[in-house]
């Protein structure tokens, strides 16, 4: 019986005998198959492989997590320290025992929230691994599950995760994409996590909103319109995409009204 994890998209499946015949995620038209085809590995398999997990921090308090040599889709994870817990936004495939002593020297993980689905990786082995702490999965996206286990909790529109932490409902490339509010980052003028819901420019000026990144199939301007009032009430000056390096430093408030301009404008007719 094995967890098996699709090597393109990273998503780890419920346990089985088998691999799946295909992959659920990779079938969606937002990702894709692999070139070489299907293919499937396993925890067991990648720590003989030779995968292991970098800590690195991204500013006081947020310690980005990447996979190396990089796996899948190689999106990083944060785990976001602050006074009341910890939290792990969005999470990779790969986690080994050298994972979980360094996280629990960091004071281990309150919460887990993922921005969708193409980062649920192995969400459910990491809560397993840190005393089932509870991990949040929008209402709107729960069929994107792989892996079902008690310790998934569904919400909708917003939940405070802990004091200052807040997760919320974006939508756009995915019914159920959120980002995650910091309002202690960026010395107190606020962070934002954004996953693919938000996606940060390579001039790092601006940022940009697909229905599917790989694939380049753009959002209506509906969906546009829905995300920028979704992170409007909150204080923001700085955003930390899934990519390390990726980063709008500052006035990020700002950016996201003018980049969401702009994509309507070029949108529509
Ligand atoms: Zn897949
Ligand atoms: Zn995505």
Same mark, same amino acid.
């Given at each position: ?17 088998? @691999? ?18 299907? /293919? ?16 690195? &921090? ?10 190396? @040599? ?43 929230? $993922? ?5 649920? =990786? =192995? ?7 840190? &005393? ?7 209402? !709107? ?21 802990? @004091?200052? $932490? ?5 939508? %756009? ?11 202690? %980052? ?15 420019? /390579? ?14 199939? @753009?959002?209506?301007? =509906?969906?546009?319109?829905?995300? !920028? &009032? ?10 930390? =995409? !899934?990519?390390? %390096? ?7 408030? !700002? ?5 969401? &301009? ?8």
């Amino acid at each position: 019986m094995e967890n098996y994890i699709c090597m393109t998209c990273g998503t780890q499946y419920a346990t089985r005998e088998e @691999p799946p015949d295909q992959c659920v995620i990779c079938e969606d038209e937002r990702q894709y198959i692999g070139w070489n085809g299907q /293919q499937w590995t396993a925890l067991t398999d990648m720590k003989a492989a030779g995968y292991r997990n970098e800590f690195r &921090e991204l500013e006081r308090g947020l310690i980005g997590i990447r996979t190396t @040599p990089g796996f899948a889709i190689g999106q990083m994870a944060i785990l976001a320290r602050t006074l009341g817990g910890n939290v792990l936004w969005d999470c990779v495939s790969y986690i080994d025992g050298e994972t979980i002593t360094k996280i629990m020297e960091l004071g281990g993980i309150q919460a887990i929230a $993922v921005s969708h689905p193409h980062f649920y =990786s =192995s969400i459910v082995e990491w809560s397993h691994a840190f &005393e089932n702490a509870p991990v949040y999965i929008p209402e !709107a996206d729960k069929q994107w599950v792989q892996r079902p286990d008690p310790v998934i909790r569904h919400w909708r529109d917003s939940v405070k995760l802990l @004091p200052g $932490v807040t997760l919320i409902q974006c939508g %756009g490339h995915f019914e159920g994409s959120a980002v995650l509010h910091l309002a202690d %980052g960026a010395n107190n003028r606020g962070v934002l996590l954004v996953g693919d819901t938000i996606a940060v420019a /390579q001039d790092r000026k601006h940022v940009s909103f697909m229905w599917s990144y790989p694939n380049l199939i @753009p959002l209506p301007p =509906s969906a546009i319109r829905r995300i !920028a &009032e979704a992170v409007r009430p909150y204080a923001f000056d700085r955003i930390y =995409s !899934a990519w390390h %390096g990726k980063v709008l430093v500052e006035d990020a408030k !700002a950016a996201v009204e003018r980049s969401a &301009e702009r994509y309507i404008r070029q949108i529509q007719d």
